[in-house]
């Protein structure tokens, strides 16, 4: 059996017509979402992630303004930053792109951005919303991957879904929306031990480890959904997840490539997400 690739360059192509005509409904009402970025220093990864954020925002015809500023900026003078978007009517989202220079706290500057502004869905208050089901900005990749399952007419209730990885922004909340929808869910993380044996009973496996082949064929069972949210190199430089993909294929039902997997829907949950708080802000 040869796995389904699911699109996620397509999906997101799909998705961004739909929020594209929420932007037209806006502007037909003379206003504009608006997104303001916040870059710190000069690292070569942000600073791409940063552009292709501009560029989708521009791409739908959203407000965008980003705020460079240099790696020896003060924690202080962050939160001045923030606190001027916070009061700024033209901007409905505030990212603050992570990581920081040491110096500051990520959790101080996360805490000062208003809930209502933080489509990143990192603060306390959104995490907590999300944690007792209640409306709120949800983090962008786990939003995506439960969009990506839905376009493709996957229902998640009942099923056993195992995240592998804990990280704040991506294993722990996707465990949460599953829980949300209904499902079963397993976390593992570097000190389970003996991971195949968790994964083998999954029907859909989430990796979010950041190490490639962390998931063999030997991983997962016939019929798996597999989704792949790492970004590696291989030893090419070649682009690739925390999944064996070529062997996987094999045996999952779906699986996500890397790239044109994940990837593309977390820029476009991130427009919505904006968007949606441009439209809260208009009620
Ligand atoms: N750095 C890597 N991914 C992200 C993200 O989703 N949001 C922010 N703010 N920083 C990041």
């Known amino acids: 059996m040869s796995a389904q690739i699911i699109n996620g360059k397509e999906i997101a192509e799909a998705v961004r017509q739909e929020i594209s005509k929420e932007v037209q409904q806006l502007s037909e009402k003379h206003f504009i979402p608006g997104l ?13 992630y ?19 500023k240099p790696a020896n900026l003060t924690q202080e003078e962050l939160i001045q930053s923030i606190d001027e978007l916070n009061q700024d009517e033209s901007i409905h989202g505030i990212l603050v792109q992570l990581p920081l220079p040491g ?22 208050i959104n995490i907590g919303r999300m ?10 990749t786990p939003y995506g991957i439960m969009v990506m399952l839905e376009h493709i007419g996957y229902d998640v209730e009942g099923k056993h879904v195992v995240i592998v990885g804990r990280s ?11 829980l949300n929808a209904n499902a079963t869910v397993t976390y593992c993380h570097s000190k389970t031990k003996d991971l195949a044996y968790f994964t083998k009973q999954a029907d ?15 991983h ?33 039902s779906y699986i996500t490539p890397v790239p044109k997997g994940v990837g593309p829907m977390t820029i476009t949950m991130l427009m919505k997400n904006t968007v949606k708080s441009a439209q809260k802000a208009l009620e």
């Open 50 to 68: 940063v552009r292709n954020k501009e560029k989708a925002c521009k791409d739908l015809g959203m407000h965008s303004v980003l705020i460079k």
């Open 204 to 218: 859909v496996v989430v990796a979010a480890v950041g190490k490639r082949d962390t998931i063999t064929s030997d």
């Open 131 to 140: 944690m007792t089901g209640q409306d709120a900005f949800l983090p962008c």
């Open 103 to 124: 110096h500051i706290s990520e959790k101080a500057i996360i805490e000062a951005i208003s809930p209502e502004k933080d489509v990143d869905g990192f603060h306390p």
């Open 36 to 48: 303001a970025v916040i870059l710190v220093g000069d690292n070569q990864a942000s600073q791409t």
């Open 220 to 252: 997962i069972k016939e019929g798996a959904v597999v989704i792949d949210v790492g970004m590696n190199r291989n030893d090419e430089g070649k682009l690739c997840g925390d999944v064996a993909f070529d062997e996987v294929k094999n045996k999952a």
């Open 168 to 178: 704040n922004i991506v294993g722990k909340p996707a465990g949460q929306l599953f």
